[in-house]
Nanobody, 116 residues
Framework: QEQLVESGGGLVQPGGSLTLSCVASGYTFSDYRIWWYRQAPGKEREWVAGIVTTSDSATYEDSVKGRFTISRDNAKNTAYLEMNNLKPEDTGVYYC?????????WGQGTRVTVSS
């Protein structure tokens, strides 16, 4: 059974850093792209970053460019989202996501709160 499990969220002060992890299981992780999304309180889920299978190319939503870095370690079946210079507007639940020809897969999410 395919599964994505996020971890690494928490409470951090503005300007601080966190690194989120997403561990995949039940499928060949290296064959599929992976994305990070987030959902702020009272708002719709939005795309944050994505990375291709070989880590050669990554894309970012404009508000996180230069602050967030997405990466993956195919040997560990894990994707990461390194977040620096965090702002209160980065607060939300962060999800990793992938898609297959037969459907999509979401993790359960990890909560990030940026507050002083």
């Amino acid at each position: 059974q395919e599964q994505l499990v996020e971890s690494g969220g928490g409470l951090v002060q503005p300007g601080g850093s966190l690194t989120l992890s997403c561990v995949a299981s039940g499928y060949t992780f290296s064959d599929y792209r992976i994305w990070w999304y987030r959902q702020a309180p009272g708002k719709e889920r939005e795309w944050v970053a994505g990375i291709v299978t070989t880590s050669d190319s990554a894309t970012y939503e404009d508000s996180v460019k230069g602050r967030f870095t997405i990466s993956r370690d195919n040997a560990k079946n894990t994707a990461y989202l390194e977040m620096n210079n965090l702002k209160p507007e980065d607060t939300g639940v962060y999800y990793c996501y992938t898609s297959f020809s037969w459907g999509v897969l979401w993790g359960q999410g990890t909560r990030v709160t940026v507050s002083s």
